[in-house]
């Protein structure tokens, strides 16, 4: 069964701590990947679409990786802005989306 | 310019009552999704709509579950026969298209409280 599978659930991180965050997928067919960022009681927020294995995209403290099987989301010197909960999804060959369950970052001042 | 908005921000049904769920996409948008986000759950895509079709609606969770779209724009998602597990924020989106990788801007989301 196509699954995406995020993790950690959650993430503490003093401010300046960086880390990332993962994103493995199972799809028949991958017309993209991406990331988005949700804040508490409002609709996620695009951040990145990955498309091929090898490529990698940058915003602000954020980079995002693809390789075949996983993605991830680096975070540099993270601010307590920067606490939300990211979001994976991919889009199926079908035009399906496949959500994964999230991972909330807390950032610390 | 305006963002995709939906309506009502709140509902609050009881069981066994019709609900509508309105979604405005972003002018010029062809392509339009609907999502369904449990308490502490990852988002359930349901539906998209490329123009007016709905190439695929295996994703609806049940047949009390129905989302038409009329002029390439609005778009309603009719719960019939509300049920608690129904009780969930319902998002969507719209892009530009349904082209691959393709990024989708969300509204606010339509929260449903089915007592």
């Known amino acids: 069964e196509d699954q995406v599978t995020q993790s950690p659930e959650a993430l503490r991180l003093q401010e300046g701590e ?6 493995s997928y199972t799809v028949s067919g991958l017309r993209g990947l991406f990331w988005y960022r949700q804040d508490p009681g409002k609709g996620p927020e695009f951040l990145f679409t990955l498309y091929s294995a090898g ?3 940058e915003k602000e403290r954020l980079k995002a990786t693809l390789t075949k099987k996983e993605s991830f989301l680096h975070i540099t010197a993270p601010k307590p802005e920067d606490s939300a909960t990211y979001l994976c999804a991919v889009q199926e060959q079908n035009n399906d989306m496949r959500f994964g369950a999230g991972t909330r970052l807390t950032v610390k001042p | 310019g305006a963002g995709v908005s939906q309506s009502p921000s709140n509902k609050v049904t009881e069981k ?4 509508e769920l309105r979604c405005d996409p972003i002018s010029g ?4 999704y609907w999502y369904r986000q449990s308490l502490g759950q990852g988002l359930e895509f349901l539906i998209y709509f490329q123009g007016n079709s709905a190439p695929d609606k295996s ?3 049940s047949d009390r579950f129905s989302a038409e779209r009329t002029g390439g724009s609005v778009s ?12 969930a924020v319902y998002l969507c989106a719209s892009s ?4 691959g990788g393709r990024e989708q801007y969300f509204g606010p989301g339509t929260r449903l409280t089915v007592t």
Do not use: W, Y
């Not at chain 2, 948008?29 to 339009?32: E, P, Q």
């Not at chain 2, 530009?96 to 082209?99: E, M, S």
């Open chain 1, 55 to 57: 490529e990698e995209k």
């Open chain 2, 59 to 61: 994703g609806l969770p």
């Open chain 2, 76 to 87: 309603t998602l009719t719960i019939q026969r509300t049920q608690q597990e129904d009780s």
């Open chain 2, 29 to 32: 948008h062809t392509a339009l």
């Open chain 2, 16 to 19: 066994g009552k019709d609900v």
């Open chain 2, 96 to 99: 530009l298209d349904i082209a």
């Open chain 1, 18 to 23: 960086s880390s990332s965050l993962n994103c």
